[in-house]
């Protein structure tokens, strides 16, 4: 049902002026890409057609040198190394202290971060909310994907969330990540139908063809 994007002046504006620590995001290009991490949780389809774009598209601006995953399971994690991708697996630390356990975590990803000089965090399917201070350090160089029409149907349950509401088109939103819920600034969207004999495993298949195709270009206009 088609794309709608910010407009492009409208995305290098937002990505070069707003403040973070690590400074603005520079120009990437084929010889030398911006270097980027991507989160997963799951399958990492969203991941693995993120970097076959990558490896495909010649005249591509940003690389794929690290995915991570906080789940031992995810079966993305293989899908990486398939694609010759670095990947590691950090699970959340046996700490009793809720706010500890999230802090050790978050430094862990950190430091590999660090030592693999990432400059752009692509979350894909990241079942994990990063904490305020792990956006203050990225932002806005941390992006998500999520797959509804933002700001409708925020949270983890999306696809059931859009079922139960009975809606006639939902789809899939990249957004910047803020410290809130799915409330980050948005850069794009994909609409689909939603048909009266869905379930949320036919319309998150659906969803995920323009998933697929959405990232990559938004990801593609910010880098350049």
Known sequence: MGALFRRAQDIYTAAHVMANEMGPLRTGSALDPIRCAILISGSGSGMQAMVIHQQTQLDCGHRTELVISDNPEATGLLKAEILGISAHCIVLPQEADRTLRRHLHEQQIQ????????????????????????VDVWA??????????????????????????GVEVSGCTVHYVDAGMDS???????????????????????????????????????VS
């Open 111 to 134: 430091d590999l971060l660090q030592e693999h000089q990432i400059e752009l965090i692509l979350l894909s399917g990241y079942m994990r909310l990063v904490s305020a201070n792990f």
């Open 140 to 165: 806005p160089r941390i992006i998500n994907i999520h797959p509804s029409l933002l700001p409708a149907f925020p949270g983890a349950h999306a696809h059931r969330d859009v079922l139960t509401a």
């Open 184 to 222: 980050g600034e948005i850069l794009g969207q994909r609409r689909v139908p939603v048909f009266s004999d869905d379930e949320e495993s036919s319309l998150a298949d659906r969803v995920k063809i323009e998933e697929h195709q959405l990232y990559p270009e938004v990801i593609d206009r910010i």
